[in-house]
């Protein structure tokens, strides 16, 4: 069980496009998700915490209108990157917790490369 | 802030080697430690956890002890398989109206027959 899906997990876009990642919990209803960011050979940094039906709250740093984030219901959320630039390429990783749950279920993780 | 450190990789063992990777943190109050395990194309996976001081999570054969006294949450399996080859990931969650994990660099083991 716990089971979390990402989709895609390669993009490669073109600089100036928008770009949509999602995350699914396929087996449990996720109260909260996270998203991180991966830099090669370095830690995952955590974006945002979206809990189902309200705004997304983001980490200092991260701009709010670049990364959109939306949880529309209790197994779904999507990041989009909006406007992509080179900078933005990096591998993007959901994670979903139930309710009242302490432990967080990884997805796969999406690689994105801006051209 | 809160912080955790580890050990630099890449780790190479043989096959039935020992293995301990070293992982320290940084934190206020009294976080919980996770260790998370990340296979070749794959997401991260929950391999054990500890939630209060001296706390010994395992999993797998992997154990590691929660040590408030050193900071401490160090992991250890006593004959690593070349299955085990993967990136290991210390992290601890603070507690909160949400778990907020924060990860160590990752560290990555290679296990040679």
């Known amino acids: 069980g716990a089971v979390v899906s990402q989709h895609p997990s390669w993009v490669i876009c073109k600089s100036g496009t928008s770009v949509k990642i999602e995350c699914r919990s396929l087996?449990?209803?996720?109260?909260?998700m996270f998203w991180y960011r991966q830099f090669p050979k370095q830690s995952l940094m955590l974006m945002a915490t979206s809990n189902e039906g309200s705004k997304a709250t983001y980490e200092q740093g991260v701009e709010k209108d670049k990364f959109l984030i939306n949880h529309a219901s209790l197994t779904l959320s999507t990041l989009t990157v909006t406007s992509a630039h080179p900078e933005d390429s990096s591998f993007y990783i959901c994670?979903?917790?139930?309710?009242?749950?302490?432990?967080?279920?990884f997805g796969p993780g999406t690689r994105l490369l801006v051209l | 802030g809160d912080s955790v450190t580890q050990m630099e990789g890449p780790v190479t063992l043989s096959e039935e080697a020992f293995l301990t990777i070293n992982c320290t943190y940084t934190a206020t109050g009294y976080p919980s430690l996770f260790w998370y395990v990340q296979y070749p194309g794959e997401g991260l996976q929950l391999l054990l956890k500890a939630t209060k001081a001296d706390d010994k999570g395992s999993n797998k054969g992997f154990e590691a002890t929660y040590r408030k006294e050193t900071t401490s949450f160090h992991l250890e399996k006593g004959s690593v398989q070349v299955s085990d080859s993967a990136v290991y990931f210390c992290a601890l969650g603070s507690a909160g109206g949400y778990q907020k994990v924060t990860f160590g660099t990752g560290t990555k083991l290679q296990v040679i027959p």
């Open positions: 994670s979903a917790t139930g309710q009242g749950g302490e432990t967080q279920y």
């Open positions: 087996d449990f209803q996720a109260t909260t």
